[in-house]
């Protein structure tokens, strides 16, 4: 589990594996529906499927950060605007 601190912004442990973890498998995904959306079936209409899937990476990303940087304020606006776009 990740370190725990009285300064943590978090209310559990987190850990960098599962942030990880989560950010591969939304950058597979992003990818692969990017590629249907625009190449494949050519429905722009569609395009906010992929545009989520970039911001839900954002999201998994500045989680990555703030886990190792846990008293950090930038990982900690980074995550909860994120929290707020989705």
Same mark, same amino acid.
């Given at each position: 589990m990740g370190a725990h601190s009285d300064s943590n912004i978090y209310f559990y442990?987190?850990? %960098?594996?599962?942030?990880?973890?989560? =950010?591969?498998l939304y950058t597979i995904t992003t990818v692969i529906l990017f590629w249907l959306t625009c190449f494949k079936y050519k429905t722009p209409y569609l395009l906010c499927i992929p545009i989520a899937g970039?911001?839900? %990476?954002?999201?998994?990303?500045?989680? =990555?950060?703030?886990v190792k940087h846990d008293t950090?304020?930038?990982s900690s606006i980074c995550r909860v605007v994120d929290d707020q776009i989705d």
């Open positions: 442990n987190p850990t %960098f594996g599962a942030a990880l973890l989560f =950010c591969i970039v911001v839900e %990476f954002a999201g998994y990303v500045s989680r =990555c950060y703030s950090d304020v930038v």
